[in-house]
């Protein structure tokens, strides 16, 4: 198992256009996370699924933010109508719910800039 | 509501000198305790956890953690620091439940020759 990967690493985009990350969890674990990392800030914790099922969506994620997680697997986030205070680092995590460790592991990372 | 703070931002150090970085957190319900590291450009590495059991937890490349819990503290240690340590380090409460992360806002080590 190569761990998670995230694609792209990097994204620069003009203001108001949408963007999409795509995250892949290692393979047998059934929950994934989002999070966000702005410069000098630790990461913040956005959504989660559990399985294919969306299970908790921070107040972070305003409605310009979807993410889906279809058949379990990979996950996508989606920014619509980017602004400038999107540019961050977004983290994708997975986890095994059913392991007893609680470790979350961590991609490489999706470093979004918007002009 | 669940916290946690990293009372250092910045910690310069001379290599091979003992370092220790400060967390403190909040919380009313079972913790569970990560320290994790951030190189420049690459995700997260778990460094170390606490989930139950002995106070003092190590971790891997000679850290280790003492989970207070009369202080709400989980402060990580190294007794020598080498140049490869220089990195972005950070504290985060677990939930038991959803197992989402809440992180500190983090501590630059900066370890000079």
């Known amino acids: 198992d190569t761990g998670v990967s995230q694609d792209p690493r990097h994204k620069i985009t003009k203001r108001g256009q949408n963007v999409t990350f795509r995250c892949d969890p290692i393979?047998?674990?059934?929950?994934l996370y989002w999070y966000r990392q702005t410069l000098g800030q630790g990461p913040e914790f956005l959504t989660y699924?559990?399985?294919?099922?969306?299970?908790?969506k921070s107040r972070l994620l305003s409605d310009r933010f979807s993410a889906e997680r279809p058949k379990g697997s990979f996950s996508t986030l989606e920014i619509q109508r980017t602004e400038q205070g999107d540019s961050a680092m977004y983290l994708c995590a997975s986890s095994n719910r059913d392991s007893i460790d609680y470790e979350q592991y961590f991609g490489p990372g999706t470093r979004l800039t918007v002009t | 509501a669940q916290s946690v703070t990293q009372l250092d931002s910045q910690v310069p150090v001379f290599e091979e000198a003992p370092v220790e970085l400060r967390c403190n957190y909040s919380s009313s319900v079972s913790v569970y305790l990560f320290w994790y590291v951030q190189y420049p450009n690459q995700g997260l590495q778990l460094l170390l956890k606490?989930?139950?059991?002995?106070?003092l937890v190590k971790g891997i490349n000679g850290f280790e953690a003492e989970f207070n819990k009369s202080q709400t503290s989980f402060h990580l240690r190294k007794p020598s620091v080498h140049i490869s340590d220089t990195a972005e380090y950070f504290c985060a409460f677990g939930s038991s439940n959803t197992g989402k992360l809440i992180f500190g806002q983090g501590t630059t080590l900066q370890v000079k020759p």
């Open positions: 393979s047998e674990h059934n929950r």
């Open positions: 606490y989930l139950s059991g002995s106070t």
């Open positions: 699924f559990q399985n294919e099922a969306q299970l908790e």
